[in-house]
Structures are given as C-alpha cells and as structure tokens.
C-alpha cells in the first residue's frame, strides 16, 4: 500500500481533485517541480500581470461594445420584446418546416377526417333510429295520449269568449280534470 503512495506523490503532473484549494494545488505543485530561477519567476510574473491586463482590456472593450449595440438598437426601434417576437417567428417557421411537424399535421388531419366521418355516420343512424321510434305504433299510440290531454286542458275558446264568469255553479276546469273520461282514446290499451 506504501509503494502505491509512493508512486501517485511521485508525479508531479497529478491533477488536483475537485473542490481543492487552489493554493494547496500551487503549494504541492510548486514543491514538487524543479525550483524556478529568479529569471524565470521573474518573467511568469509579467507574463501574468501583462494576461490579466488584457483580460482588463478586453472586458472594457466588450462593455463599449454591448453600450454600443443598445443604442444602435434603440435608435432602430428594436426593442426587447421585438426581438422576442422575432425568434418566436423564426423558431416557429423552423418548427413548421421540420419533417416531423409535417407528418405530425398530417397524421392529425387525417384523423380529423376520419373523426368527422363517423360522428356524421353515428348522426345519421340515430337519426333513423329516431324515425323508426316515432313510426312505431306504441309511439303513436303515446303521441295520440299527449295530444288528447293537451285538448283537454287548453280552455275552450266559447267560455274564455264570452265572459262568463264563475259563480260557483258551473264545473271549473279543475273538477273536470278529475273526472274520468271515458272517450274511446282512454279504452285502448297501452303496449
């Protein structure tokens, strides 16, 4: 187990783990190399003061730049949510273009047309089951049931006419609906 230490302390090109420190990783790197000359720790120095001003540089550069871009733009009229409005067109005319939209469209029109063809169909039949049911004679029988009793509640046209006015003698429409009819519609037998 000591010689497998041994061999992983002994290359000095590990690489440190995740979440280390970075001054750790400087600290075991820096004793595991060969020592720098002063020349050389010399010339690392400005070499890193002369990245981090371009770093500098470039980052001012690049916040000009976007002032400069936000002002074209404003001048323009374009605005946020123009932009917006324009990647959502292009993104849908892209969509609408792909093949997979395509079959996809088609599929589901298709299936509308099939759809629309029996509800149509299912309409008709029960439509024709309806008429079956009205032509049927117990429906007929019924319907002639309906109409006999929607005749006799409907007050006669002779008494409403004539302004006859109840004095307690004659039958109110009430008392005849109670008393059994006995009107030959009444005698046949339901089915």
């Known amino acids: ?82 932009e917006l409005k324009q990647n959502i067109t292009k993104t849908w005319q892209e969509v609408t273009a792909s093949t997979a939209y395509r079959r996809t469209s088609e599929t589901l029109s298709q299936a509308s047309l099939k759809a629309t063809a029996a509800f149509t169909n299912m309409g008709s039949a029960i439509t024709r ?21 929607k005749t006799k509640m409907t007050p006669s046209p002779s008494t409403s006419e004539t302004g006859i006015q109840d004095d307690g003698d004659s039958p109110t429409a009430e008392a005849s609906l109670n008393q059994p009819d006995n009107s030959p519609s009444q005698e046949e037998p339901m089915h």
């Open 1 to 82: 187990m000591e010689d497998a230490d041994k061999g992983s302390q002994g290359h000095p090109d590990s690489v440190p783990e995740v979440g280390e420190d970075a001054v750790t990783s400087v600290g075991a790197a820096s004793s595991t190399m060969p020592a720098l000359t002063e020349e050389e720790r010399q010339e690392l120095q400005e070499e890193l003061a002369k990245v981090e001003d371009e770093i500098q540089t470039l980052s001012q550069v690049l916040a000009s730049k976007d002032k400069q871009l936000a002002e074209i733009k404003r001048k323009l009229g374009i605005t946020p949510l123009n």
């Open 129 to 149: 089951k309806l008429e079956d049911v009205r032509n049927a004679p117990t429906f007929k029988s019924f319907e002639e049931k309906v109409e006999t009793l």
